[in-house]
Every structure is written in C-alpha cells, then in structure tokens.
C-alpha cells in the first residue's frame, strides 16, 4: 500500500472531521489541515490551545476543558489518484498567488480535493500581511509575489496536506488519537 503517516494537533476531541469546523480565509482554504511533521502538529495543538484559552478567559467564565490532541492519519496516495490534487513543490510564485487568494476573504471556488504545500505559519504572517497591504510592491504582481517566496525562503516551511472535500478525507484513516 503506498501510505504516509500524516498528523493533525488540536484543542478539540472529536470523532469525525467537519470541514465547516476549519477556519476560512487559511493558507488553502476552508477545511482539514494535516501535517508529514509530528513536530509542526503538536506545535498547532499547543498554539490552538493557548488561544481558545485566552478566547474562553474573555467569553466565558473558563468552565471549558481544553486540551492538546494529537492525531494520526493513514493516507492512502493510491485513493488520491483518481482526485483533484494540487502539489506546491516549494513556496513560489504559484504558491504566493493561492495562499494569498485564499487569505484574501474572497469567496474562491473549490478546484481541489487535496492541496500539498509549503506552511504559511504564524512566523510568516506578518511578512504575508506586509506583503499583502502592497509593502513589496503592487499586490498579485510577478515582482511583488517574487519577493513575497524570497523573504519567505529562510523559513523552511513545513509541508501541509489540506483535505477540502468528503471525496479527499475518504483517503485518511485515523490511526489513533492521543492526549498530551
């Protein structure tokens, strides 16, 4: 079988993933995020914890239990051949353009099933924002864009696998889910 272990870390236990339960106006999209790298989920988790946190502090009186939850997903290539995959090799001009759309609070039409590619994190916002007030240039220009994966390029981002359909999370198998 040709698989890879992919993770997703998160504040919320569940049991079945809810694609309207992701965040829109994301790197991809509005969806379900997963990374190759334990390391970058766990550190998602833990992220998202500390803002629900500082979120319930101010909304509620802090009854609410929150956690850091890891888990770990069989995906199956074979699955995703028949599907509309989208692959970033690196952090491009291609990539700039989709990860800037998607940030845009533009409506954008779902073309892909499944999108892999390059991390925008919380480390690379401010140069995405600064990018995307016109501070590099005419925003969506070949320059501007340009410069945006230059500065970008020291961050060695860390690759993402986004489901954006049932049809797409049908090649996920959860392996186990975990507390930490």
Not at 104 to 127: C, E, H, L, M
Not at 168 to 174: I, K, N
Request: contains cysteine; hydrophobic residues 35%; glycine residues 8%.
């Amino acid at each position: 079988m040709n698989t890879i272990m992919l993770y997703h870390g998160s504040s919320y236990d569940f049991d079945a993933i809810d694609l309207t339960q992701g965040r829109p106006y994301k790197d991809f999209g509005q969806g379900f995020y997963t990374s190759a790298n334990i390391g970058h989920a766990k550190s998602m988790a833990e992220r998202n914890a500390e803002m629900r946190k500082s979120k319930s502090r101010r909304y509620d009186s802090g009854h609410k239990l929150i956690g850091k939850w890891l888990y770990h997903y069989q995906f199956d290539k074979e699955k995703a051949a028949g599907l509309s995959v989208k692959e970033f090799i690196e952090a491009d001009r291609e990539w700039g353009r989709f990860i800037t759309l998607n940030r845009s609070r533009r409506n954008v039409p779902r073309k892909y099933d499944i999108v892999i590619g390059p991390t925008a994190n919380d480390q690379t916002n401010p140069t995405i924002q600064f990018y995307m007030s016109g501070g590099v240039g005419e925003v969506g220009s070949d320059a501007a864009i340009d410069e945006l994966a230059r500065l970008l390029l020291p961050y060695k981002l860390p690759s993402q696998y986004f489901f954006a359909t049932q049809r797409g999370l049908e090649c996920l198998t959860l392996v186990r889910k975990e507390r930490f």
